[in-house]
């Protein structure tokens, strides 16, 4: 079965300061990966994907990942933070069938102070 | 990037009595969608999957006949709590795939679940 897991439930950086959230796989299988975040009361918005053509993956708002095999890991990093970048971020891993549900990590809340 | 649409965002309902919650793929046919499940400060957890002319497959410990999921259609998957009850409160997200390999998920607007 395939799971992540993120490790710090609760992360907080001074705006301007290097975002870094944690995120560790276990699959049988080549994984599919992705970090979502989610405002309070809202759904889920994409932030980036891994899809085995990059390790290094650039996302939305600045934030990318990478994919390293040997740590099994896929941790999450902003150079800067910014204040509106506080919200929840959740590591999702997936098998490569089409149609198969995303499983996410327990989410890490992030903070940002000015 | 597609749009999958929820409804209601928000509902009160009194204990007993059932709520639909409906979950809408506004541009794109999505043979199969996902309910998920959310309490406060917490991940996101799967409780069925929902497949279009066909029965759901729920997750272990998730009660079939109390969470009602019908998949009518190619764009429209709704989700009935049934003889809803205080504990059954919480924030319920659907979402959906694009077909073909790993494609990301796209998640409805979720749907704040209040028993009273």
């Known amino acids: 079965a395939q799971s992540v897991t993120q490790l710090g439930s609760h992360v907080s950086v001074s705006e301007g300061a290097l975002v870094l959230l944690r995120c560790n796989y276990s699959?049988?299988?080549?994984?599919?990966l992705f970090w979502y975040v989610q405002y309070p009361n809202q759904g889920l918005q994409l932030l980036l994907k891994y899809t085995s053509a990059a390790t290094l993956v650039k996302g939305i708002n600045g934030f990318e990942a990478e994919f390293k095999k040997s740590e099994t890991s896929f941790h999450l990093t902003k150079p800067s933070a910014h204040m509106s970048d506080a919200a929840e971020y959740f590591c999702?891993?997936?098998?490569?069938?089409?149609?198969?549900?995303?499983?996410f990590g327990k989410g890490t809340t992030l903070s940002v102070s000015s | 990037g597609a749009v999958v649409s929820q409804h209601p965002s928000r509902v009160i309902c009194k204990s007993g009595t059932s709520v639909k919650i409906e979950c809408r793929s506004l541009d794109f046919q999505a043979t199969t969608m996902f309910w998920y499940r959310q309490f406060p400060k917490q991940s996101l957890m799967l409780m069925a999957t929902s497949n279009e002319g066909s029965k759901a497959t729920y997750e272990q410990g998730v009660e079939k006949d109390k969470f009602l999921i019908n998949h009518a259609s190619l764009t429209l998957s709704t989700l009935t709590v049934t003889s809803a009850h205080p504990e059954d409160s919480s924030f319920y997200i659907c979402?959906?795939?694009?077909?073909?390999?790993?494609?990301?998920?796209?998640f409805g607007q979720g749907t704040r679940l209040t028993v009273v």
């Open positions: 979402s959906a795939r694009l077909t073909g390999m790993n494609t990301e998920a796209f």
């Open positions: 699959s049988s299988v080549p994984p599919y």
């Open positions: 999702a891993v997936s098998d490569s069938q089409a149609g198969t549900a995303l499983i």
